[in-house]
């Protein structure tokens, strides 16, 4: 966990969900590679093609960029997917329920944080299966509100899906938390935009946030 800052006051925290609100490293692969293999067959090459295009794509990016990432969804983008259909792409081929499950600690953790704090989720994926990664893993009840690729058409670090997180929770950035675990895609940004930021390794950082924030 790396804490970059906390505001004070703090009345929202902005979650990612992939890789932060739980911690399933054979879900985090087969999530990314299951649409390169649907980006294959539509293309008409091989899997092994797409993993080394995409592979090649990003290793430039970070080069052109002093090192940060870039989304899949952009990187499909470049490509020539549009948002829109690496948005069909995902309902139809992300299925959480498969490798997640119910996670009482988290489910402890949210409990504590909402009733201090406004919750809400912004993901790089569309809000259907983010909204099924959020009940394989119990946590659905405490987020109403889903800020997902498909909300914007526009995949983090864009400034959209966070300018829409705040208008839906009512406050301002600079009283906003972004809590995820990639720092170019979940951080980099809202520290600009004045939100705090911290960088977790998976939910078992998630797991602590009580005791740093209440």
Same mark, same amino acid.
């Given at each position: ?89 995902? /309902?139809?081929?992300?299925?959480? &329920?498969?490798?997640?499950? @119910? +996670?009482?600690? $988290?489910?402890?953790? =949210? ?60 406050? /301002?950035?600079?009283?906003?938390? &972004?809590?995820?675990?990639? @720092? +170019?895609?979940? $951080?980099?940004?809202? =520290? ?23």
């Amino acid at each position: 966990m790396k804490i970059y800052k906390i505001p004070r006051p703090l009345e929202a925290i902005i979650f990612d969900i992939d890789c932060t609100l739980y911690s399933n490293q054979k879900y985090a692969i087969e999530q990314v590679d299951c649409q390169i293999r649907e980006f294959a067959r539509v293309r008409g090459i091989s899997a092994d093609q797409a993993r080394r295009m995409v592979a090649d794509y990003r290793r430039q990016f970070a080069l052109d960029h002093n090192g940060a990432k870039v989304s899949l969804g952009n990187t499909l983008l470049s490509f020539g997917v549009p948002i829109e259909e690496s948005v069909e792409w995902r /309902k139809k081929l992300l299925t959480p &329920s498969d490798y997640l499950s @119910y +996670d009482k600690e $988290l489910v402890e953790t =949210l409990s504590l944080l909402q009733k201090d704090f406004k919750l809400i989720c912004v993901t790089n994926n569309p809000v259907l299966p983010a909204r099924k990664t959020l009940e394989a893993i119990g946590a659905s009840e405490f987020f109403k509100d889903i800020v997902g690729l498909d909300t914007c058409f526009k995949s983090k670090p864009a400034e959209e899906p966070f300018c829409r997180a705040v208008e839906i929770l009512q406050t /301002k950035a600079e009283k906003c938390l &972004s809590v995820g675990d990639r @720092y +170019d895609m979940d $951080l980099s940004l809202p =520290l600009q935009m004045g939100m705090g930021g911290l960088l977790v390794s998976g939910v078992e950082d998630v797991y602590k946030l009580p005791e740093i924030l209440l």
